[in-house]
Nanobody, 123 residues
């Protein structure tokens, strides 16, 4: 499965963005999908994940209550709604898919990765 992340951009602190992860090649409905981010000079870190059915969601402590992950399997798309953005949310955001359907917080749970989209939050 190929993944394409989009929706990044420049936003002021307190603003919102919605990222999209669109799959091609295979239906995304069989995959769990996660979002990760990587800031300059830092390791890639977990942000959020959603199971294949949408019945289970997990969030990093740093984004819980501000970010919401969701999916529309009919559109082969997973979204990350990001509200109340902070400068420390600035990073390249990546989506990833796990063929087992119930991925966790580890990078190693995921089999396929998209190319990333830049999110910059100004103070």
């Amino acid at each position: 499965v190929q993944l394409q992340a989009s929706g990044g951009g420049l936003v002021q602190a307190g603003g919102s963005l919605r990222l999209s992860c669109v799959a091609s090649g295979r239906t995304l409905s069989n995959y769990g999908v996660g979002w990760f981010r990587q800031a300059p000079g830092k390791e890639r870190e977990f942000v959020a994940t959603i199971s294949w059915s949408g019945g289970r969601e997990l969030y990093a402590v740093s984004v819980k209550g501000r970010f919401t992950i969701s999916r529309v399997n009919a559109k082969n798309t997973v979204y990350l709604q990001m509200d109340s953005l902070k400068p420390e949310d600035t990073a390249v955001y990546y989506c990833a898919a796990d063929s087992r359907g119930y991925p966790g917080r580890s990078l190693y749970d995921y089999d396929y990765w998209g190319q990333g989209t830049q999110v910059t939050v100004s103070s």
